[in-house]
């Protein structure tokens, strides 16, 4: 869909975290409670949305919000679909973007924490799962 | 049919308003008041913490209150009864639980009982200058609240 070949990597507890501009989150509310959130230091961001939509992105604007909140809603829905495989029943809520500067997200004290780094051409970026089973 | 929806989510408004100064005198022990007429749109967020939960269900959405740091630390001391000097996982909480608090609450406004509507988790985000914003198609509320330490918002974004 993107067309942009990119690889989990290995989990290990030395590589450097994601320091990312743009993050977009999207509530998952049902059997599964949580939140999924895709994170992308810029170069990505810009990379990834020029991709989508076919055409030079160079700020972070408009454009890279819709199409990494876009991600996230996709990614959302492959877990959804996955999850209703077993019987789970996940609804999302609407996908939200933050892009600035030396941002941070946490969630609640207590949820289980799922943070997948990815490699790709561009540098490297992180999906992100936070959740109890209600 | 626009005057029709403006009227809706002007009440709505008004209820959301209710809930937040009922939330902050009962459970965060500090008097707020309105700071003036919803907006449409907000600049970058500077130094600030941002508390969000997701709706899903009948009605999907966003609600977020963004708290400037000195507001998000006072809101903390006074809910937990503790001092907090800096944004650490106590102020994360807080206003994680903030959000979660006034996202039950507008679950209840949405539909009755709030049946058919769920919650996400709650989730913070901080940083130096952030902009918060949603996917285009949505109706979106911005309302400003006057506490002692300052200004902060609470943002509610719905599906159409």
């Known amino acids: ?134 | 049919m626009k005057g029709e929806q403006l009227n809706s989510f002007t009440e709505i408004n008004e209820k959301i308003i209710e809930s937040t100064i009922e939330i902050f005198t009962g459970m965060v022990m500090m008097e707020i008041a309105v700071a003036g007429e919803p907006l449409q749109t907000m600049g970058p967020l500077k130094k600030s913490i941002t508390g969000m939960v997701g709706l899903a269900g009948t009605h999907k959405g966003v609600l977020a209150v963004h708290f400037p740091k000195p507001v998000a630390l006072a809101v903390t001391g006074s809910f937990l009864g503790m001092e907090v000097e800096e944004i650490n996982e106590d102020v994360q909480d807080a206003i994680g639980e903030i959000a979660n608090m006034l996202g039950g609450n507008l679950k209840t406004i949405l539909s009755d009982r709030g049946k058919d509507i769920h919650l996400s988790l709650p989730s913070t985000i901080y940083g130096d200058e952030y902009a918060f914003s949603s996917q285009a198609e949505v109706d979106q509320v911005i309302l400003p609240f006057q506490a002692p330490a300052g200004i902060f918002y609470v943002e509610v974004e719905l599906e159409r």
């Open chain 1, 1 to 134: 869909m993107i067309f942009i070949d990119i690889a989990a990597e290995p989990a290990a507890d030395s590589m450097p975290p994601i320091e990312p501009n743009v993050s977009s989150l999207i509530g998952l509310a049902g059997d599964l409670k949580g939140i999924l959130a895709v994170h992308c230091p810029a170069a990505v961001a810009l990379g990834v949305t020029t991709a989508m939509l076919g055409m030079e992105v160079t700020a972070l604007g408009e454009d890279v919000k819709d199409a990494i909140g876009e991600i996230a809603n996709m990614v959302a829905g492959g877990l959804k679909v996955s999850l209703a495989a077993v019987d789970k029943k996940v609804e999302l809520a609407l996908p939200t973007t933050v892009i600035g500067k030396a941002i941070r997200t946490s969630g609640l004290s207590g949820a289980t924490r799922a943070m997948v780094p990815f490699s790709s051409p561009l540098g490297r970026f992180g999906i992100e799962l936070r959740f109890v089973l209600s």
